[in-house]
């Protein structure tokens, strides 16, 4: 499992540079895992003397690691609040890490961008309209259509996800290095 590990921190750090560099995450860095991680998964299984149905079971896992990982993300895509490399990006870990490993690492980014971006946007004097902002978006989920209101597209502030989505790998790694052989 370290060396899926090792893959999750490589591709994370990846899309860090690139998030912070040029404000995006390409779709040759976040689709390859996708289609290699379950793949990946059930030869390591197998390898290992795992039976076919073992090794399926954990080809599963990886893409259910990719569709519970993009769960949150999704929603938060469908709302303009982060973008589609971001969305690609945990889904990808998620197929590296599986389902657990996954939903943690994308966690403890989260953690950490609710800890670091309101400081950033009061430091920079954008906390008050950012915050607005999300309580329009917020409350459009839960409005009818005609009843939407308008976010005004000047006013939105984009924060590097990238650099968290590495932290939480890192953070996520660290903690199952040990756990993994």
Wanted: glycine share 10%; hydrophobic share 55%; charged share 15%.
């Amino acid at each position: 499992m370290r060396g899926f590990l090792i893959a999750a921190i490589v591709v994370a750090a990846i899309a860090a540079f690139l998030d912070f560099k040029k404000g995006l995450i390409p779709n040759w860095l976040t689709l390859p895992p996708l289609v290699i991680a379950p793949i990946a998964h059930f030869v390591r299984a197998m390898a290992l003397g795992a039976s076919r149905e073992g090794a399926l079971l954990e080809a599963g896992s990886s893409l259910f690691g990719a569709a519970f990982a993009a769960l949150v993300p999704f929603v938060l895509y469908r709302q303009s609040a982060i973008g589609g490399g971001d969305l690609k990006a945990f889904a990808a870990l998620g197929a590296i890490c599986k389902v657990s490993v996954g939903i943690e690492l994308e966690m403890y980014a989260f953690i950490l961008a609710t800890i670091i971006a309101p400081a950033r946007l009061a430091y920079e004097g954008k906390l008050g309209q950012t915050l607005k902002n999300a309580g329009t978006i917020g409350a459009n989920f839960f409005r009818p259509k005609e009843k939407k209101k308008p976010v005004d597209a000047e006013a939105m502030t984009w924060f590097r996800l990238g650099p968290m989505m590495l932290a939480g790998t890192l953070l996520a790694a660290f903690l199952h290095w040990e756990a993994n052989e």
